[in-house]
């Protein structure tokens, strides 16, 4: 009988932190709901793409503040992803979530980066966008499959090639 009055303890003792964890992630999101504006939409014809690349989408974050993921509103979903950028702007086309738009004019940086928001490895295999919306400045990471198109992404972004 003592063994059944521990193993339902230890059950309980798991749910009670599983409850916690769901109800932080959902203050979380409540509260960044009000500070953090929604993403654009990506537009109905954005043109033709000018790089494209596949991946997995970390997560955004807080510029700045590689562990705060931006949850509100999907974005907090890890999920696998392809970037496209336009003249415009770069769309960020999730698979299984909301995609969204990074106006070119609103692109600051893009570099890379070791980890970001859990996810974090040895060499810089994050390609980093920063940029800014409605007065938010937020880093988007992207884990993708080529690393190699990294440089490529770089310079077409932040003007080193022109377009």
């Not at 521990?6 to 009670?16: D, E, G, K």
């Not at 503040?65 to 999920?79: K, L, Y």
């Not at 390609?127 to 400045?137: A, Y």
């Given at each position: 009988?003592?063994?059944?009055?521990?193993?339902?303890?230890?059950f309980?003792?798991f749910?009670?932190?599983?409850?916690?964890?769901?109800?932080?992630?959902?203050?979380?999101?409540?509260t960044?709901?009000?500070?953090?504006?929604?993403?654009?939409?990506?537009?109905?014809?954005?043109?033709?793409?000018l790089?494209?690349?596949?991946?997995?989408y970390?997560?955004?974050?807080?510029?700045g503040?590689?562990?705060?993921?931006?949850?509100?509103?999907?974005?907090?979903?890890?999920?696998?992803?392809?970037?496209?950028?336009?003249?415009d702007?770069i769309?960020?086309?999730?698979r299984?979530?909301?995609?969204?738009?990074?106006?070119?004019?609103?692109?600051v940086?893009?570099?890379?980066?070791?980890?970001?928001?859990?996810k974090?490895m040895?060499?810089?295999?994050?390609?980093v966008?920063?940029?800014?919306l409605?007065?938010?400045?937020?880093?988007?990471?992207?884990?993708g499959?080529?690393?190699?198109?990294?440089?490529?992404?770089?310079?077409?972004?932040?003007?080193?090639?022109?377009?």
């Amino acid at each position: 009988m003592d063994r059944i009055a521990l193993t339902l303890l230890v059950f309980a003792f798991f749910a009670l932190c599983l409850y916690g964890m769901w109800r932080g992630w959902r203050r979380q999101a409540r509260t960044q709901s009000v500070r953090i504006p929604p993403f654009p939409e990506v537009p109905s014809d954005p043109g033709e793409p000018l790089l494209t690349t596949s991946g997995i989408y970390v997560s955004t974050t807080r510029s700045g503040h590689w562990q705060d993921r931006v949850v509100t509103r999907g974005a907090g979903m890890r999920g696998p992803a392809t970037l496209r950028l336009y003249p415009d702007g770069i769309e960020v086309d999730r698979r299984g979530a909301p995609g969204f738009w990074i106006p070119r004019a609103d692109v600051v940086d893009v570099t890379t980066a070791k980890g970001m928001a859990g996810k974090v490895m040895g060499t810089d295999s994050l390609l980093v966008f920063t940029w800014r919306l409605d007065g938010v400045v937020l880093d988007t990471g992207l884990r993708g499959d080529d690393l190699a198109a990294y440089p490529h992404w770089i310079d077409r972004v932040t003007g080193g090639a022109q377009v």
